[in-house]
């Protein structure tokens, strides 16, 4: 059975895509820590844990990750783009690149931020301008 992230990346169920390829899918967190929170995903596997990627996915996921924290960093003012794995909420791998000020703004039981889908939009196509591939 397809995960949800498969299906977002399908196209089967909506999402603030911010950057794409053949191999990896990014968008924005629907309950972001911070303006900007993006997830990336694999398209062609379903890997619940990353370190059971294959070692060409999961070089290729942290690349691909890697281009859209630049693109974070130029479309969100913030110090730093911050990174985690913890793969606890769905089963299917994924990264959380997260605009910072703080240590701190990197807290998961910190309340998430509330926006609305316009301000989703905004963000989302601000990052897509900024992103390289």
């Known amino acids: 059975m397809a995960t949800i992230f498969t299906k977002i990346a399908a196209g089967e169920i909506p999402s603030y895509k911010v950057a794409e390829s053949e191999d990896f899918y990014a968008f924005l967190d629907i309950n972001p820590l911070a303006e900007g929170h993006t997830l990336v995903i694999p398209r062609k596997t379903e890997a619940d844990y990353i370190f059971d990627l294959d070692d060409e996915t999961y ?9 859209v924290a630049v693109a974070i960093k130029k479309a969100i003012p913030c110090k730093r783009v911050g990174v985690a794995v913890l793969g606890m909420e769905v ?3 994924h990264i959380h690149l997260v605009p910072l000020q703080s240590e701190g703004d990197l807290n998961f039981s910190n ?4 926006l609305t889908p316009e301000r989703f939009a905004e963000i989302a196509a601000a990052i897509a301008a900024e992103f390289n591939d």
């Not at 070089?59 to 281009?67: E, N, P, R, V």
């Not at 309340?111 to 509330?114: G, M, R």
Request: no cysteine.
């Open 91 to 93: 089963p299917h791998t």
């Open 111 to 114: 309340k998430k931020k509330q």
């Open 59 to 67: 070089a290729g996921l942290t690349a691909f990750a890697k281009k």
